[in-house]
């Protein structure tokens, strides 16, 4: 198993928020780095549920951790604040920290430039409806022999969400796995169980 973590910063659409948020990337690096993570991409979202949203900075970091236990001791460690006091500035909010138990995950990690995303947020808030859920993805992508899909249920979140992620080569790849069998089998498993966000983000290696 592994645990992943999706980062959604939330960064003022100005162009010197933008840069000043930019420029505290260098803190980020090494404080995650102090912070034990094993391995990490970094970028933009560039399409959610079919929108480009290029245009509006919506900046995105992934991360693989040892266990939880580390992710936990980060977000109190003096490191964590030190970069939280240089990016408040150029933040319109607190980040969307997202932290998943997965099937093993390090190809997402190997440099491919894209990472094609679903959250799946149960309409029911039961752990047992999410849960249920999960089972109906793992099932419909053990059927299709899907071995290239990372998928898992939330750890840190008061209402458990799904994700399922995979990395992509480049766009002709992407619109195939957008009309992937494997996709819209999970989405007819799903029907309307959850609300479902698809998201792109271009992403590069960290450099850990």
């Given at each position: 198993m592994?645990?992943?973590?999706l980062i959604f ?7 010197e928020?933008?840069?000043?948020a930019?420029?505290t ?18 970028g ?5 549920n ?5 245009g509006?900075?919506?900046?995105f970091?992934?991360l ?10 980060f ?26 138990e ?14 094609d ?6 309409k029911?808030p039961?752990d ?7 089972k ?16 898992g ?10 994700t ?11 619109d ?9 089998e999970?989405l007819k498993e ?10 792109v983000?271009d992403?590069?290696?960290m450099p850990?």
């Amino acid at each position: 198993m592994a645990v992943i973590e999706l980062i959604f910063p939330k960064i003022k659409n100005d162009p010197e928020s933008i840069k000043g948020a930019q420029e505290t990337i260098p803190i980020a690096f090494k404080v995650l780095k102090e912070g034990g993570v094993l391995r990490g991409v970094a970028g933009v979202i560039i399409s959610e549920n079919g929108k480009d949203t290029t245009g509006e900075f919506k900046e995105f970091i992934s991360l693989e951790w040892p266990e939880l236990s580390y992710f936990y001791k980060f977000v109190e460690s003096p490191g964590y604040a030190e970069y939280k006091a240089a990016a408040t500035p150029f933040a319109s909010g607190p980040p969307d920290l997202n932290v998943f138990e997965t099937n093993p995950g390090a190809h997402l990690f190997a440099g491919r430039p894209l990472l094609d995303i679903l959250l799946i947020k149960p309409k029911n808030p039961s752990d047992e409806e999410a849960q249920n859920i999960l089972k109906k993805v793992q099932s419909t992508l053990e059927k299709l022999n899907d071995t290239e899909a990372v998928y898992g249920s939330s750890l840190n979140l008061p209402q458990k969400k799904i994700t399922i992620v995979r990395a992509i080569a480049d766009k002709a790849e992407l619109d195939a796995a957008k009309n992937a069998t494997a996709r819209q089998e999970i989405l007819k498993e799903i029907g309307d169980l959850a609300e479902v966000t698809q998201l792109v983000a271009d992403v590069k290696v960290m450099p850990f």
